[in-house]
């Protein structure tokens, strides 16, 4: 079984502070992984996507990628209240079929 | 961005009707994706599909159907509703398998 593994939260930040998200996949073969935003009620929105080890950063927005940790993780940057969601970490599995989602980490950001 | 449309957006329905979710994009996407998402939980893939006449089982055992005789719509089919389907279902589609998913606004469906 595939597995995706993020911390339920909420994590709590000031605004303005550095939000830090984390994710593990336990598929060595997976190739593509990308973080997506989904406020309550809403659908996800896609927010980064990453393909090589390393950083790669959009606007408020960086995503690092270690494949030999299997890790990836997202940060925020100047974090706002309006960026209070759960946000959600999916890898393509090596099968590269389908995307596999965790369970989403919420970020409450306090004014 | 991908344009990608749900109808309806909410339907409360009686235990034992017939109903049919939409889905329609306008990105020429030929992979397409049915996921369901109860309130606070994980997404669950339900169905999906590489292209016309290609449908598969996801993840998570579902009793609908699905259909995709046209490349832009790819409609979801609940013979006979009930009150545990009751759940978000949302459509997603993307350019190729290693790519990104786009996802419609979802059908917020309750079944009496």
């Known amino acids: 079984q595939k597995e995706v593994e993020q911390n339920s939260g909420p994590l709590s930040v000031p605004e303005g502070a550095i939000a830090s998200l984390n994710c593990t996949y336990s598929d060595r073969g997976s190739q593509s992984f990308f973080w997506y935003r989904q406020y309550s009620g809403k659908s996800p929105e896609l927010i980064m996507f990453?393909?090589?080890?390393g950083d790669k950063e959009d606007g408020r927005f960086t995503a690092q990628l270690n494949k030999a940790s299997q890790y990836v993780s997202l940060l925020i940057r100047d974090s706002q209240p309006s960026d209070s969601a759960t946000y959600l970490c999916a890898v393509t599995n090596s099968g590269y079929s389908t995307l596999t989602f965790g369970k989403g980490t919420m970020l409450l950001v306090s004014p | 961005e991908a344009d990608i449309y749900q109808t309806p957006r909410y339907l409360v329905i009686g235990t034992g009707k017939k109903i049919t979710l939409e889905c329609s994009q306008t990105?020429?996407?030929?992979?397409m994706y049915w996921y369901q998402q109860d309130p606070g939980m994980e997404l669950h893939l339900i169905h999906y599909s590489y292209g016309v006449n290609s449908t598969e089982k996801g993840d998570l055992s579902s009793e609908s159907t699905v259909s995709r005789i046209r490349t832009e719509h790819f409609p979801l089919t609940l013979e006979s509703a009930r009150p545990s389907h009751t759940s978000q279902y949302l459509c997603a589609s993307s350019e190729k398998v290693l790519r990104e998913q786009y996802f419609g606004p979802g059908t917020r469906l309750t079944v009496t």
């Open positions: 990105m020429g996407h030929d992979k």
């Open positions: 990453i393909y090589s080890n």
